[in-house]
């Protein structure tokens, strides 16, 4: 037997999963719902039976499964799934009654999280899903109230104190309100751009539903997308004014809890599953979905062009569906209805109506006149001539084609001409180097040439994509040229000359710091002549 890894503890949860795919998940299902039903329940095999003895007999179980005997087995299985959790068993006032009593049980918390999810899967519409536009004015207006609170909160208990109770429950239930409408809102989006994307893949909807689609859906993505558009900017100022005092916040928030963290135990977390908004990773991802980061764009952003390509694709849908003699892509009704003609047909008919739907017959050989020596195409292969074939292949199975491999050849002028282009761009590169190595004390008044330009935004660039927000240094340095641009948040504007105008930075410092020997720049007559000796080597 193969040895096979162990499975990490966060997949084992999968098993929770098990009896939704069991022959009896009818019997499974009415089990769980009984568990979960009720609070705190604490239920035997005889109390379950009797439930689904009820069950049985409104047809919702198959027959036998209210037996006591398969009633334990089915409450045993659950529990080797994990999805119960056997406690004490049931009283007995004899040994005999110990003997015969059954374990009771009850249901754990996961398994109860995977029963609601089950339930709320068979219950909702596999239509799209309304989206609540109202969530986001009243996020924007919850991240006010929550720095008001903050502040009044820090006011209240300077140094460190204790704050009142009553601000901190105002507090609390302010972050919990505005999580909790972030969460409903977020997966309400979700569901409607998949089940948007479900639409746009279909190609077999009528003109009707198309126009339907077309109506209901077009005008309602627009309208989502410009409410994200014009609520993600407001947002995104307020996430980055309490981002300062995220600390603070946090140290509020829980300095009530009663639950601390469980470091002793491998994969444990918490003792209880803390309300959203109480850790750092929850406004990071509340953060996330209205600002993004280098290399990973936010949730809004990607929502936008998600929004973009869904209303191309729906158009064009659209008009291939209900345009004038265009052709229907979707051919799925036609092909059903005439797999409905196959199967009432008879071999004959079903041959004949084969020929007509495809335009397919039996092969025929329709040709001019074949040369001499070509073959007729009635002649076997067996019986035709013999095709020659190489002696390597024919004895070793090689296809390698003999003789020796052809020399390159060689072009000393293409190869000049390269060495001196380069020589050129090496000038140039020296003579922008030393440009901006003496403008670097006056970058307002100088006048940079195109090439020395060219070398700013190079540093400009590097320095902007190596810090995260606006508020952070940003540094670039270029070892070759010796030159070293810093960014430095300040609330005036750096101002660069150059020969096509002024180049103006809000918000920005930038200083530019030249190595000894950087003004004078490389030797581009010494690299030229490198160059040139090196290409001449390769000649020889």
């Known amino acids: 037997m193969p040895y096979s890894p162990p499975e990490p503890a966060d997949l084992d949860r999968l098993r929770l999963y098990a009896y939704l795919s069991a022959p009896e998940r009818r019997t499974y299902l009415a089990i769980m719902r009984l568990f979960t039903g009720t609070l705190l329940a604490d239920l035997g095999a005889g109390d379950v039976g009797a439930a689904l003895a009820a069950a049985e007999r409104r047809g919702e179980v198959d027959e036998g499964e209210s037996r006591l005997d398969t009633v334990v087995d089915r409450l045993e299985q659950l529990a080797r799934w994990g999805n119960l959790v056997p406690g004490r068993r049931e009283p007995a006032a004899t040994i005999a009654e110990f003997t015969r009593s059954r374990v009771r049980y009850q249901v754990a918390k996961l398994a109860m999280r ?136 946090l140290r509020v928030l829980g300095g009530g809890a009663d639950l601390v963290p469980n470091t002793t135990v491998v ?82 008919d079903a041959h004949d109506m084969y020929a007509a739907a495809f335009g397919l017959f039996s092969a025929r050989h329709l040709a001019l006149a074949p040369e001499e020596d070509a073959p007729s195409p009635g002649l076997p292969w067996s019986g035709g001539e013999g095709v020659p074939v190489e002696v390597n292949v024919r004895s070793r199975g090689d296809r390698t084609p003999g003789g020796q491999i052809p020399r390159l050849g060689d072009d000393p002028l293409g190869r000049a001409a390269l060495l001196e282009e380069e020589a050129r761009r090496k000038r140039r590169r020296s003579a922008a180097v030393g440009e901006l190595a003496a403008s670097a004390g006056d970058l307002a008044g100088a006048r940079l040439s195109a090439d020395a ?88």
């Open 114 to 249: 995977v029963q609601r999810d089950v339930d709320d899967l068979l219950s909702v519409a596999e239509g799209a899903r309304e989206v609540s536009r109202e969530l986001l004015p009243a996020i924007e207006r919850g991240l006010a109230e929550t720095s008001r609170l903050l502040d009044e909160v820090l006011e209240a208990a300077p140094d460190g104190r204790a704050a009142p109770r009553a601000l901190r429950e105002r507090l609390s239930q302010q972050v919990t309100t505005l999580f909790l409408q972030h969460g409903e809102f977020a997966a309400a989006v979700r569901d409607f751009y998949a089940y948007l994307g479900s639409v746009i893949a279909r190609y077999d909807l009528s003109p009707e539903e198309m126009a339907g689609f077309k109506h209901m859906l077009l005008e309602y993505v627009d309208l989502i997308a410009r409410d994200v558009l014009r609520h993600a900017e407001p947002v995104a100022d307020r996430l980055a004014a309490l981002d300062g005092r995220r600390d603070a916040l």
């Open 267 to 348: 994969g444990q977390t918490e003792l209880m599953e803390r309300a959203p908004g109480r850790t750092a990773a929850d406004w990071d991802g509340l953060a996330g979905w209205f600002v993004g980061r280098p290399g990973r764009p936010s949730e809004a952003d990607e929502l936008r062009e998600a929004t973009s390509r869904a209303i191309s694709a729906l158009l064009g849908n659209v008009k291939r569906a209900t345009g004038a003699g265009g052709v229907d892509p979707g051919r799925r009704r036609d092909l059903l209805r005439l797999a409905a003609w196959f199967d009432g047909a008879a071999p004959a």
């Open 453 to 540: 330009l060219e070398l700013f935004c190079e540093l400009l660039t590097l320095a902007g994509a190596g810090r995260d927000a606006p508020a952070e240094q940003g540094t670039a340095a270029d070892p070759v040229s010796g030159l070293t641009l810093v960014l430095r948040p300040d609330g005036g504007a750096a101002r660069i000359g150059s020969v096509f105008g002024t180049l103006e930075l809000h918000g920005t410092r930038v200083e530019l710091d030249v190595a000894e020997g950087a003004a004078a720049g490389p030797d581009p007559d010494g690299a030229a002549e490198a160059g040139d000796a090196a290409g001449s080597g390769v000649g020889r």
